[in-house]
């Protein structure tokens, strides 16, 4: 990890504050706690996590850059979707977790030429300094008719008629580590270790998973020998809420991530847990506590499942190339003339970056679930993938 940048002194002492938050935990817990726990506190700790700090996250200037944020091509494709969803159900958009409030904007403002609005644009944000941002940008960025159509919730609608967008929302979601060991089901949580003269450091920790929720899912994973991975019951659980509050509409998922066959792969022996800080991809979680983000691959699959179980239909599972061209993205380019190099130019590099096998083009997955849709969905007509499911 010598590589990583250090960060700043003052994010050091923040960082210093959640560990000992994290420590005082464990030890409140017979000297362990599962990592979804631990991710919990790490991106969620109010003023200390990562995604409720005050540090940059989206962005060049971040920890990462998220398709919105490549280029409003993104939105302006994906507002095809949104209006085709709206027109069938005169429904509302709601958004979780908007980031820096730039793909709402560009949504809004793309609806609007389309001639398409919701009388809502409804947007989830659990982090109290995010949502104070995504204010911020949106008066900035929109008129006031649209900036006022905009409404923050504290919760999940009782009942949900339109489009729910899920954009880098599922990876985020705290995880499980667990595998198999010598022949035994194992999950591994995070202790603490005190070191002769100094401060003591987080360490992993192993305990064999013998009972309960999350033994049955993982038998039925049936692992190889050696082996560790992630499961998210969390995930899947929000899936189940927003399915029972569907009336009529569609749930929008867009993230990286496998269907179970190749999550769970005897080959893929390590899992997907990844953290990001300042652009920087590395494995440990154990450092940096608040300061970079954690995040897992989607199990698309168990999500698929969860919706099916609410008698919602999987109505496109589609890469993301695959969903950006369907929804007209190179026409869009193409409404800009190659001899404006100026403009041309990065817009050509930006939707390279969307649909590029090796970029985000092929990881990135997009999910569309739907309930008292009659029509095929504009995203999924080329590329299906359900069969990998």
């Known amino acids: ?42 991106l969620y700790t109010p ?3 990562y995604y409720s700090g005050g540090a940059k996250k989206f962005g060049i200037g971040g920890d990462f850059v998220t398709a919105p944020e490549i280029s409003p091509l993104f939105a302006r494709a994906l507002a095809k979707q949104v209006a085709q969803v709206l027109t069938a159900t005169q429904g509302d958009v709601l958004e979780l977790g908007a980031g820096t409030g730039k793909l709402a904007a560009d949504l809004l403002l793309a609806l609007h030429a389309l ?6 644009y409804c947007i989830l ?23 006022n159509r905009v409404v923050w919730l504290d919760a999940l609608p009782n009942q949900i008629r339109g489009m729910v967008i899920g954009n880098e929302v599922l990876d985020a979601i705290p995880v499980h580590l667990v595998g198999k060991q010598a022949g035994v089901l194992i999950e591994r949580g995070v202790s603490w270790q005190d070191d002769l003269g100094q401060q003591g450091h987080l360490v992993w920790q192993d ?43 569609v749930i929008c998922w867009v993230d990286y991530g496998f269907g179970a066959r190749e999550y769970y792969h005897p080959q893929r022996s390590t ?32 999500i698929a499942e969860a919706a099916v179980s609410r008698q919602l239909a999987v109505m496109g599972y589609v890469n993301q190339a695959s969903f950006l061209i369907n929804c007209g993205i190179l026409d869009l380019l193409a409404e800009v003339s ?21 970029e985000m083009g092929e990881l990135f997955k997009v999910m569309l679930l739907g309930k008292g849709m009659q029509m095929p969905l504009i995203g999924a007509t080329q590329g299906d993938k359900r069969h990998m499911l």
């Open 47 to 49: 003023n200390l996590g």
């Open 271 to 302: 899992g997907t847990l990844m953290c990001h800080y300042q652009h920087y991809a590395h494995s440990d979680p154990l450092i940096y506590l608040g300061l970079q983000d954690i995040t897992a691959h989607v199990d698309f699959t168990a």
């Open 338 to 358: 190659p001899s404006d190099m100026a403009t041309y130019a990065p817009m050509v590099s930006a939707v390279q970056k969307l649909l590029s096998p090796a």
């Open 125 to 147: 944000e659990v982090s109290d300094y995010l949502r104070e941002l995504q204010r911020k940008n949106l008066q900035l960025w929109l008129p006031e008719t649209l900036f």
């Open 1 to 42: 990890m010598a590589s990583l940048p250090i960060p700043p002194a003052q994010a050091q002492t923040q960082s210093a504050q959640l560990q000992s938050r994290i420590r005082n935990t464990i030890h409140a817990q017979n000297d362990w706690i599962d990592f979804a726990t631990f991710m919990h506190m790490a």
């Open 115 to 120: 001639q398409v609005l919701p009388q809502r």
């Open 207 to 249: 305990q064999p998973l013998t009972m309960g929720a999350l033994f049955e899912t993982v038998t039925k994973l049936d692992f190889p020998d050696n082996y560790m991975t992630e499961v998210a019951p969390a995930a899947t659980g929000l899936m189940l809420s927003l399915a029972d509050r569907l009336e009529h509409g």
